[in-house]
């Protein structure tokens, strides 16, 4: 019988926390956790990464935070469930001292990594889970959502399908809470958006299986107007190759969560849908803020690769945590909690501050058409809507979140 | 409804159905002949899908041609099926005389290792492929537009069925892959070079994998997660059609595809366990699959993979035994995280003796484990976030939910025996896994729930890590003396025969069941320990992929002795904590250390630890 331990490969880390004693304060780095599925959802995550690093060295080459300390992100693995990230979460605070923790992509690991936060009273800032429920059902003081989550995005949707006529409409949607809690959502904003419509058709395929041909055939079957997509990554290059040869999206309208964004767009290649109302980010038209356009550029320079969607959520995020270390001036958690509450910061996308009543993030993401040009998808007549106009309003937020 | 609607869904089902049947049949032809449970199928499946977006592609910027299009997807096949024959020489020849169980861990680490190859060679992107030139149109079909391709594949199902049959019944490679399924020792017996064979099977076994993923690419983009999408509906097929039947996983295929063309139809939801519902539904009646046959071997002694001999603990065990017990009451000394890594190797320890106490010494090959440990823990969370109940009554709970579910599921379960038996237990998790999965409103869904802390007594990690110490520890303790009283005697007399367990009056399906539900008792009180070190439950804690690790950990440690489990746990658990931080590629490093200890250790820690005491010094 042997319980092994192995030896840490903290010696580094260890050197570094000897280190962290007053007399060398000025040049201490100041450490933040940032855990993530790098290896599982690589396609979101290594872009997200890259841009943390590009804004990492742009801060600390402007003198860094707190007075002329660098930040240092610690970069790790969440294992992509929640056992695991609540153990890698353990490990940053524990083993590498890092002030607060970020980051997660799967929503059950942003639960979990929120509810463990709370538990240890540390800050949490979720960045890409989209779950309502973090901010909602389950939300806590200690955990704030940079990027706009399900019913933001659903809501951007129904807006710009405001007065179109299409009245029967079809839902498809991954088997999961995501997939569900959109086509909730949907569901219960159609009818203020399209007064007499309804719901003819509900498909929901399990996530990263879907048999693309019965549930085409099931869609068509029903005769809708309008389809409402929820599928993305390889599912919905199924779907969309096999709608496309059966006719599906002709002549239809066809609303669809995150399509737009160049993780799931490029793959779609030559066979990208005419037309689609969909939620995403097209670098290649971003003409403004300045500032974006400077960092789509510096990307480009250092990584030889457009940004995806999470890269700009990457920079986002860091832009955010430098604000906050510059104005709370401490790494006591409930100085944190206190000063980014309400936290407004400049970003590369305008003005993006955390609301202190749900601790959401008011970051937006931008709506247009799909459109094919030169055998690539891309996005057409994109406007970026503003997070701070599609937010649960206040009367939902006190209802839903447990008082703090 | 029209019946032009009604066809053109019986075809959609159809071209699923042949799609999954190439992709199934080499991995039945394999087990057949092998007997290996071959979870880098999927993989193999993925490397297919890779291998052709990226070799048709490049043949159709000489013509665009149909020619040229399938000459890429059968290269994309015979690439793989060379794949395959490398990993049969390279690897799984050297673990033929170990127990076969032995080689589905084999199997597992190169699950890990390809994806993580993939992702470094194709990188993390989706990559669509091109569709099949002169098939890209619909057909029309009474008022229907339906895709020609899917009509081609329709006819692939069958046009591989029937060389496979032409193979299997004209020449003397195929003549021995049937004799080798009915009988391996009489082939073996009867002077047939093995090693040929089996490189052949492998080699015929991976193409039709490759196949079945290269012949994918005009309607889904190569993705990485396509391995794990596919291997276990590709296992539901090859069960329900019986293990090693060709026929029969045509059949089952046809059955499975058309059954979810129709089903989306009525549930929409249902996709996430209709072939799991299938596959315990098939196996309650018809033990053996539907074409399958009970093995010729089954009556025969052979010698068995298990505990032999529980025997006592010579001082070395025991000097091992205290020092590893002193480690581990040691950890508050080291740091905080030390704490929390030992107290998950404790209940994994217990999770895994639990385990092995069904395979090592009961013969009862369980790939649903984790069932019981996530139903243990959603008894003990669903207790204290729903009835708010504190820690100590939810501890209770969480056996008794365990025991409860593995007393239901096993009355089934023990009917059966060998991989049917393995098969069942896994649809039964999937089963209850889809159950906490969907049943939003009580169990939180996908999202889990969250607030499952410890009293405020056992809040910090050091008096969590004592509590759990003691509570694995008196589990382990009990478990191990009851593998050494006469129920686990009779349990091992069932296992290495039953008939003649039963004829000398013992009752072996009483036995084997009431074994299952300790089992699944003591699955369950790790399951709401881990709860209460988390915080949360979510229905991962359910899933394959965590059977599949309690299966390494007993493989790791080795299933012949009592105690190597706990070896193996600690010495898993510490590696995938290990590489976790190290890089991105740490499945890649992982899998390659499970091979390596598959080598170096081709009897577990344990058997290591006996050979080396066992050697004249």
């Given at each position: 019988m042997t319980r092994i331990t192995l030896p840490r490969r903290a010696l580094g880390a260890a050197a570094l926390a000897t280190l962290a004693r007053p007399a060398f304060a000025q040049a201490t780095p100041i450490r933040i956790g940032e855990l993530n599925s790098y290896s599982r959802m690589a396609a979101f995550a290594v872009p997200y990464r890259n841009a943390m690093q590009l804004a990492q060295d742009a801060v600390n080459a402007a003198g860094g935070v707190m007075g002329g300390r660098p930040m240092e992100l610690v970069f790790r693995d969440d294992g992509s469930t929640p056992g695991d990230a609540v153990r890698v979460a353990e490990e940053l605070l524990t083993r590498e001292n890092v002030a607060f923790l970020a980051g997660t992509f799967l929503s059950n690991v942003g639960l979990a990594v929120a509810d463990f936060a709370n538990q240890r009273k540390r800050l949490f800032l979720a960045t890409e889970p989209l779950t309502d429920a973090i901010t909602m059902a389950q939300g806590n003081r200690y955990t704030f959502r940079v990027r706009p989550g399900t019913y933001m995005q659903t809501k951007m949707l129904i807006e710009a399908i405001r007065g179109k006529t299409a009245k029967r409409w079809a839902i498809v949607a991954p088997n999961y809470e995501y997939g569900q809690s959109a086509a909730a959502n949907f569901k219960r904003m159609l009818g203020d958006a399209i007064p007499g419509a309804e719901i003819v058709a509900e498909q929901f395929p399990a996530l990263g299986r879907v048999d693309a041909g019965a549930t085409v055939g099931a869609l068509a079957q029903s005769r809708p107007d309008g389809i409402f997509n929820v599928l993305f990554g390889p599912d919905l290059t199924a779907f969309v190759r096999e709608g496309n040869t059966r006719g599906l999206f002709e002549r239809r309208t066809v609303v669809s969560l995150l399509t737009g964004e160049p993780e799931y767009l490029i793959p779609l290649g030559d066979e990208t849908p005419e037309g689609w109302i969909v939620t995403g980010y097209a670098p290649d038209q971003i003409d403004a803020p300045p500032a974006h356009k400077a960092f789509i550029e510096a990307y480009k320079a250092r990584f030889n690769d457009t940004p995806r969607l999470g890269s700009l959520l990457g920079y986002v995020t860091v832009q955010i945590i430098a604000n906050l270390l510059n104005k709370a001036n401490t790494l006591e958690t409930e100085a944190l909690v206190n000063a980014l509450a309400g936290l407004a910061t400049d970003t590369i996308v305008g003005g993006v501050s955390m609301r202190a009543l749900d601790h959401q993030g008011t970051l937006g993401t931008w709506v247009g058409e799909t459109t094919l040009s030169r055998g690539k998808g891309t996005m057409k007549n994109a406007r970026y809507a503003d997070g701070a106009n599609y937010m649960f309003s206040e009367t939902e937020v006190r209802a839903a979140r447990p008082p703090a | 409804m029209e019946w032009s609607f009604l066809l053109v869904q019986a075809l959609s089902g159809l071209a699923s159905a042949s799609s999954l049947f190439v992709i199934a049949s080499g991995l039945t032809i394999v087990f057949g002949v092998t007997r290996i449970v071959n979870f880098a199928h999927g993989s193999f499946y993925m490397l297919g899908a890779y291998l052709a977006v990226t070799i048709v592609p490049w043949l159709l910027e000489f013509d665009r041609s149909p020619t040229l299009f399938f000459v890429g997807v059968l290269a994309s096949a015979l690439v793989v099926g060379l794949l395959g024959v490398a990993m049969e020489m390279l690897l799984l020849?050297?673990?033929?005389?170990?127990?076969?169980?032995?080689?589905?861990?084999?199997?597992?680490?190169?699950?890990?290792?390809?994806?993580?190859?993939?992702?470094?060679?194709?990188?993390?992107?989706?990559?669509?492929?091109?569709?099949?030139?002169?098939?890209?149109?619909?057909?029309?079909?009474?008022?229907?537009?339906f895709p020609a391709y899917e009509l081609f594949l329709i006819v692939v199902g069958p046009a591989v069925l029937a060389l496979l049959w032409l193979l299997m019944h004209r020449t003397r490679f195929g003549v021995l892959i049937r004799a080798a399924t009915q009988d391996r020792e009489m082939v073996g017996a009867l002077g047939v070079n093995q090693a040929m064979l089996f490189t052949g099977t492998l080699f015929l076994g991976a193409a039709l994998a490759g196949l079945g993923g290269a012949l994918q690419i005009p309607r889904i983009s190569a993705n990485a997660h396509m391995d794990l999408s596919v291997i276990t509906e590709a296992f539901v097929v090859t069960v329900i059609g019986g293990m090693g039947s060709v026929p029969g996983a045509f059949i089952a295929a046809l059955l499975i595809g058309l059954l979810q063309a129709f089903g989306v139809l009525i549930f929409p939801k249902i996709t996430l366990v209709l072939v799991f519902l299938l596959m315990a539904a098939v196996l309650v009646v018809k033990p053996w699959g539907l074409l399958g046959r009970p093995e010729a071997a089954a009556g025969r002694a052979v010698l068995p993979e298990g505990i032999l001999d529980p025997g006592r603990m010579d001082w070395a065990g025991k000097v091992l035994a205290v020092v590893a017990l002193a480690v581990m009451l040691a950890l508050p000394l080291i740091d905080a995280y030390a704490v929390k890594v030992g107290t998950e190797v404790l209940i994994f320890a217990l999770a895994a003796v639990s385990l092995n106490f069904l395979v090592g010494n009961g013969g009862i090959v369980s790939f649903g484990h984790a069932a019981y440990f996530g139903l243990g823990a959603y008894g003990a969370g669903l207790l204290v976030v729903k009835a708010g109940l504190p820690m100590e009554p939810a501890l209770i709970a969480a056996p008794i939910a365990g025991g409860l579910a593995a007393a239901l599921f096993g009355f089934f379960v023990v009917r059966l025996s060998g991989i049917y038996l393995a098969m069942l237990t896994m649809a039964f998790a999937q089963i209850a896994y889809a159950v906490v999965f969907q049943w939003v409103e009580v169990t939180g869904g996908d999202n889990g729930l969250v607030g499952v802390w410890p009293s405020h007594w056992a809040a910090s990690r050091e008096v969590y890590h004592y509590l759990t110490a003691v509570l694995t520890l008196a589990a382990i303790v009990f478990l191990r003396r009851v593998i050494h009283a006469p129920f686990g005697a009779t349990l091992r007399a069932a296992r290495d025969s039953a008939q003649r367990a039963d004829a000398i009056g013992i009752d072996v399906r009483m036995h084997r069941w009431l074994g299952f539900t300790l089992a699944g008792a003591a699955a369950g009180l790790a399951g709401g320990l881990y709860a209460f070190s988390k915080g949360s439950i979510d229905p991962t804690l359910l899933g394959i992929p965590m059977s599949v690790d309690f299966l390494s950990m007993i493989l790791l440690g080795g299933i012949q002795s009592v105690l190597g489990p706990v070896a193996g746990a600690a010495a898993f658990h510490s590696l995938k904590d290990f590489f976790l931080p190290l890089t991105d590629h740490w499945r890649l490093l992982l899998g390659l250390s499970i091979i390596a200890m598959v080598l170096v250790f081709p009897r577990g820690l344990a058997g290591a630890f006996a050979s080396l005491r066992r050697r004249p010094a």
């Open positions: - | 020849r050297r673990i033929y005389r170990v127990p076969e169980l032995f080689q589905l861990l084999a199997t597992f680490g190169v699950v890990l290792i390809v994806q993580d190859l993939v992702q470094l060679a194709w990188g993390p992107m989706d990559i669509p492929g091109p569709r099949a030139p002169g098939l890209r149109h619909g057909v029309t079909i009474l008022d229907q537009r």
